[in-house]
């Protein structure tokens, strides 16, 4: 959520800003569905405690499967009675305790309740993270299996997609041309900049290496190139 964007911003750059300044994918997916559901709603949730307090905050109801087994055998879907009631929204956002019974609920879910929203936070594929620059699958491994068990597509609210960039617009009244966007993938981050008007720049402490970057030659659709290239965040304070 935002508030955990706004302290990792704090502790990282030593930025003064306000929770107010930060628009997380957690965030955006809320305002989405306050947009899609002003009256509020129901909402099956599968991510972290930051996502459930966005679409709290915003006036929903959530219902999040936890502290079960993570097997489900085909004898107890047969005869398991899941969630009778009316959802009005099914959010998928990372959840690094994601199992088989989570995708059957979610999926059944959204089969008893055909006019729900299908909404992802995001969908990245991967992140990298330590030393030694270990993989640890994002957001769109989950949102592709959801995809196919219930045979349906999620609107995404992340980067790159331009629900975000419509949110930005209209909450901050930036102009897109002025803005520099700043990030580390290129089908993410320089995607969402470029295709929304804005100047990109790629830092190399991320998941983008060099070899990555030089291997897509003169960029495509799905991994274009930046605007501009620096070696970490902090080099603009230089």
Known sequence: GRHQLRDKLVKLLKLNIGVEQCVSSAYATAEYLKQELPNGGHVHMIGTDGLLKEIEDHGFSVFRLEDAPSQMTHKEVQSFEFPQEQFDAVVVGHDTDFNFRKMTTATNILANNPDALFVATDVDSHDVIGDNNNHIPG?????????????????????????????????????????????????????????????????????????TLISFKEGTKENPLPHYIAPYIGFLTL
């Open 139 to 211: 957001n769109g491994p989950l949102v592709k299996c959801l995809e196919s068990s219930c045979q349906r597509e999620a609107t995404c609210c992340g980067k790159p997609c331009k629900t975000l960039a419509e949110l930005i617009q209209k909450e901050y009244g930036l102009e897109m041309t002025r803005c520099l966007f700043v990030g580390d993938r290129l089908n993410s981050d320089i995607r969402f900049a470029n295709e929304n008007g804005m100047k990109s720049l790629l830092v190399m402490t991320g998941v983008t290496s060099a070899e």
